[in-house]
């Protein structure tokens, strides 16, 4: 059975060359893991992944956005605005992060109001912080659900926290989990799944993207 988990305002997509009038109006209703509730040109359907209807097809549904390709070209929706009988595209924040020597994407984030290096990495999870980085953000760690993890050096001790906001380039993520270690690793902040799974990743000649529509 699939979980409710976001309920977002509504948001419309116009297709390339396409106008106002014969574009379909499009009302997200409810996000669920996988599938989304969507109110097309009046019409309330739920769709699940890959699924498609009067020109719409969803393909991905996360907790604050879905994905969909209308008339070919994909749009994000989130939170957007309506004006009249009218409306209004979200607008989308695109962070770009440059591939460094190391083959790897590092950048600055902002967690918990404090800026900070993390490292973009789609192999971890959740956000994975070393008990040094919480204290650098002032973070009570030790509140968190005790937990273990392993590491190059065995099982060592953690916990699991919930950070109130993780921001990249004003892409701003609330109520993220994460896992602290005990110690020194990793060394540098992995910015995982919890906090990617809500936004759009490309990448494209070294060059990672991320955006998000709202």
């Known amino acids: 059975m699939l979980k409710l988990v976001a309920i977002v305002a509504l948001a419309a997509v116009l297709g390339a060359g396409s106008t106002l009038a014969d574009a379909p109006r499009i009302q997200v209703e409810a996000l669920f893991t996988g599938a989304a509730v969507l109110k097309i040109d009046g019409q309330r359907k739920t769709l699940r992944v890959g699924e498609a209807y009067g020109g719409v097809k969803l393909l991905a549904a996360r907790s604050q956005t879905c994905t969909l390709e209308v008339d070919g070209v994909q749009t994000v929706l989130g939170i957007s605005r309506r004006i009249g009988s009218n409306f209004e595209q979200p607008k989308e924040q695109v962070v770009t992060i440059q ?48 937990s273990r993890v392993e590491t190059a050096s065995g099982m060592v001790d953690a916990h699991l926290v919930n950070l109130a906001s993780v921001s990249v380039g004003g892409i701003q993520v609330r109520n993220v989990r994460a896992t602290v270690v005990e110690g020194n690793f990793p060394m540098t902040i992995l910015l995982g799944m919890t906090y990617l799974e809500h936004v759009k990743m490309e990448e494209n000649n070294g060059v990672l993207s991320l955006s998000r529509a709202w």
Do not use: E
């Open 99 to 146: 591939r460094d020597a190391k083959l790897q994407y590092q950048t600055n984030a902002t967690i918990n109001g404090r800026s900070i290096q993390v490292l973009v990495d789609t192999g971890a999870n959740v956000v994975a912080m070393s008990s040094a980085h919480a204290q650098t953000l002032g973070l009570d760690y030790s509140a968190g659900i005790p």
